[in-house]
């Protein structure tokens, strides 16, 4: 685990043996190290009581190379260096010597207690205490010589970076060979390795390498721009939504920052200064590492279930600077779909005030569970820096340089460039994957599976070279006017950078008898600036009721248009053909202007149950309208990453930046038969804050005003949802038009404390349960005009005084469930009001 020096065996010559034995031997002694140049060692640590010991220190004698235990006393260490004999120490007991073999498998260690006193530090019920701690005066110099990354000490800086993703199956066995799935693929497992960290088999599937160089600016203001220079992945060739969904799964983070923040949750960081208060700290060890002298500290968390590490780092005596940090996240930790999580960082300290990072390594064992012997995938990331350039001139507009377009040769360098750049040899088994997945590009079986899983993942079904069916998950439908509805649909597809795209579909409902349709287009005419043009025409039935924002998107079809389990009756549908055409362009990164037109023709899909009759202003009653309007909305998304150079692109780290929105829309009365005059300004934002050790908040704000009279079709109505599931940005206990409106505010927050507050109740600890309150308000007025000229009673339908609901939710039952529990705040004399209600939702988060 930890760097050191190796001890070398010497071996006295044997005088007066004659020269043929002399060199028998010589080969002898020469082959047997080749046979045995590599110990592995696993096992349990008990004490004299047969209980585990957690965190205990094990390591080779005459080395740095070690680990920790974990939270069940198991562990594993191996070396490529020849070692004799194990050491395994834990405060309060002895330190056990442990004679090693090539191979050490599932040793029962036992450690006895130990009657000297500790004039330092004392242990008490498994926790250290931070009085008197030399690990706490050290850690205290760290605070005190707290610095930035050396990067961030000058105006200009630029740097090499090489980075390099993994996955490999494993805890692969004999059984696991055997399946049926793999028939006619057996060769793949000739491949099958060790793990160096978990000691498990492994088998490599995937790998991925990519050169970057970084240009970075801190002064006047902070600017940084990674250019990608070459790409090259093992059977994906141009698969960036993959590789650029695996990166934000392994995003950087700084050591010494107080939280580290991996698959959406804040760890607490070793180093952090609130670190006494979730660790144990234990001075183990000083040794010279790359010349420096340096503090060994081993840590481990004082509770259970909570987002903490165990693990050790070397810290230089002068600087006080990190100088090695590895450590692994407790199988405790309330996480999902991770098993295990280890990170290893190196550094180069260049004086008080600089250090340089040289090394990021991250490992993850992705699995359904917590067991042994569960099977999952490994994936790892090893990132290395080099070539580090301070406060050379630069062009100005460097950090501006967008990756505008799909750059074939980025993708498709030859062996020999990549032989030169990398900054880490490939070893054997990486060396092996390419080739592996070269043979299974061929192969039947494969194709097959990966059809497979990337219909399940995308929700569409390749037919044919160019076109997909789907989405396969809007097959089928239902509500109160159609009764079941039956869709088909498709979309054209040659690869996620295509220039253009189609889609269409056509659905009959069972029920009124009647086939609607669909059919838009886009064309990306530039693609620097993602010069986009759009239209589209849809025929179909529509509940327009759940979403307080305009949306004009052709296709899009709310989750309340077919909703399948809901509540009450869902006859206020409208029966809505919308044609639109639109222009689209991001003349800077993650800021979208969109300038559109848009002809509705709307009317009742049940006209004895919803009447949007309205009077125009001649006072004529009329049940259908006609509408052209103009729009143009602007869209700033800082922070968003995307995957893809096409038409269509992937967002890879959703609900982890903010986003602005505002648009005004003009009513053109007369044109196209058009008969209404409006204005309508809108405004949202939408933002997530992550808060360290108690959770993550995410809040939701919007607001809009109509200036002019409307029928009820083109109003603000408060979205309501009449489903048995929770939606976003939708009141639970509100049915679809309980609140109509022509200006209004709503605010939406909740707060997720993962698991903070039931990680201390014993018997829910286990469960890993997560704890989320939120409450959700809407303010809105109605003017008399709009009142009056609809048939739709509207009178008392705004919330003049503010309307608000609040739940309490348990998440991550069985991993993917939610259960909330609604109340209604006010307006509980409002006919048909319900008060309370339990609604589940379903999600896959880590």
Not at 411 to 429: F, G, I, Q, T, V
Not at 551 to 562: E, T, W
Request: aromatic share 16%; glycine share 6%.
């Amino acid at each position: 685990m930890v760097r050191g020096f190796l001890v070398l065996c010497s071996y006295k010559s044997i005088h007066k043996f004659i020269h043929s034995v002399k060199q028998f031997l010589l080969f002898c002694l020469f082959f047997s190290s080749l046979t045995w140049s590599q110990v592995k060692v696993s096992g349990i640590i008990y004490d004299e009581n047969d209980e585990v010991i957690p965190f205990a220190n094990i390591i080779f004698k005459g080395s740095t190379i070690g680990t920790i235990s974990d939270e069940n006393g198991k562990f594993y260490l191996e070396s490529d260096k020849t070692y004799t004999t194990l050491l395994v120490s834990f405060l309060g007991y002895e330190t056990k010597s442990v004679a090693l073999s090539a191979r050490n498998f599932d040793l029962k260690i036992v450690l006895k207690e130990s009657d000297s006193s500790l004039d330092e530090v004392v242990v008490y019920s498994g926790k250290i205490k931070k009085k008197g701690n030399p690990a706490i005066a050290i850690l205290k110099k760290i605070w005190e010589k707290k610095r930035q990354n050396g990067i961030y000490l000058y105006d200009k800086y630029a740097y090499d970076k090489y980075e390099k993703i993994e996955f490999d199956l494993n805890n692969i066995d004999e059984k696991f060979k055997s399946k049926k799935l793999w028939k006619g693929m057996e060769f793949i497992f000739d491949k099958v390795d060790t793990s160096a960290i978990t000691g498990k088999p492994y088998l490599p599937i995937f790998i991925n390498e990519a050169i970057y160089k970084t240009h970075g600016q801190n002064e006047p203001t902070r600017k940084v721009n990674e250019e990608l220079l070459a790409n090259k992945n093992s059977g994906f060739d141009s698969n960036q939504q993959l590789i650029e969904f695996v990166k934000q799964l392994y995003v950087e983070y700084d050591i010494y920052d107080n939280y580290l923040k991996f698959f959406d949750k804040s760890f607490t960081s070793p180093v952090s200064r609130t670190g006494p208060s979730v660790y144990n700290y234990v001075l183990t060890d000083s040794a010279y590492i790359d010349n420096k002298w340096c503090y060994n500290i081993l840590f481990y968390p004082r509770r259970k279930n909570e987002l903490t590490f165990k693990g050790d780092f070397w810290v230089n005596d002068t600087t006080f600077a990190i100088k090695q940090v590895e450590m692994t996240a407790t199988r405790s930790a309330n996480i999902n779909w991770v098993k295990e999580i280890y990170i290893e960082q190196e550094f180069d300290v260049l004086s008080d005030s600089v250090f340089l990072l040289k090394r990021d390594h991250m490992m993850s064992d992705f699995a359904l569970n917590n067991k042994d012997k569960s099977k999952g995938v490994y994936g790892r990331r090893t990132t290395l820096y080099n070539n580090y350039e301070f406060n050379k001139p630069q062009p100005e507009d460097i950090y501006d340089k967008k990756a505008e377009t799909y750059v074939e040769e980025i993708y498709n360098k030859p062996d020999e460039y990549w032989k030169e750049n990398r900054m880490e040899r490939l070893n054997e088994d990486e060396v092996g994957i390419y080739n592996m997945l070269d043979t299974l590009q061929n192969n039947r079986k494969f194709k097959q599976l990966y059809n497979i899983g990337a219909t399940l993942a995308t929700g569409y079904w390749e037919i044919f070279d160019g076109f997909d069916y789907g989405p396969l998950f809007s097959s089928f439908g239902s509500n109160d006017v159609e009764g079941f509805r039956l869709r088909v649909g498709g979309r054209t597809y040659f690869n996620q950078n295509d220039k253009w795209r189609i889609q269409a579909y056509t659905a009959y409902g069972f029920k009124d008898q009647k086939f609607k349709f669909g059919l838009a287009g886009k064309w990306m005419i530039e693609p620097k600036n993602r010069l986009i043009i759009s239209a589209g025409t849809r025929k179909d039935i529509e509940q327009t009721g759940v979403s307080l924002t305009t949306v004009n998107d052709v296709l899009n079809r709310s989750f309340a248009s077919s909703s399948i389990a809901s509540r009450g009756d869902n006859f206020q549908l409208t029966d809505l053909t919308l044609t639109n055409i639109a222009v689209d362009i991001e003349p800077v990164k993650n800021l979208n202007f969109r300038l559109g037109a848009t002809f509705k023709d709307m009317k009742s899909a049940a006209p004895d149950q919803f009447n949007v009759s309205y009077y125009n202003d001649e006072g004529i009653l009329k049940s259908t309208l006609k509408q052209t309007e103009v729009d143009l909305g602007i869209t700033f998304s800082p922070g968003r990453k995307m995957a893809g150079f096409g038409v269509e692109r992937a967002v890879t780290n959703d609900g982890r930046f903010p986003i602005i929105y505002a648009s005004y829309t003009k009513g053109l009365k007369g044109f196209t038969d058009a008969e209404f005059d409006y204005d309508k300004l809108q405004f949202y934002y939408r933002h997530r804050i992550l808060m360290g050790g108690f959770g993550k908040l995410k809040y939701f704000i919007e607001a809009g005003k109509t200036f002019g009279n409307v029928p009820v079709t083109l109003l603000d109505v408060v979205p309501g949802n009449q489903s048995y599931f929770t939606a976003p940005r939708t009141f639970d206990l509100l049915n679809y038009y309980d609140f109509v409106t022509d200006q209004y505010t709503a605010v939406h927050l909740e707060h997720n404390f993962n698991g903070r507050i039931f990680s201390r109740i014993p018997f829910l600890r286990k469960l890993k349960l997560r704890e989320i309150v939120g409450v959700k308000g809407v303010i809105g007025s109605l003017s008399d005009e709009n009142i009056n000229m609809n048939e739709f009673p509207l009178a008392g339908k705004a919330p003049n005084k503010p309307y608000y609901e609040y739940n309490l939710a348990v998440d991550n039952i069985f991993k993917f469930i939610r259960i909330d529990f609604i109340f209604r705040g006010n307006y509980l004399d409002m006919p048909g009001a319900t008060k309370f209600a339990v609604k589940g939702g379903f999600g896959f988060f880590f």
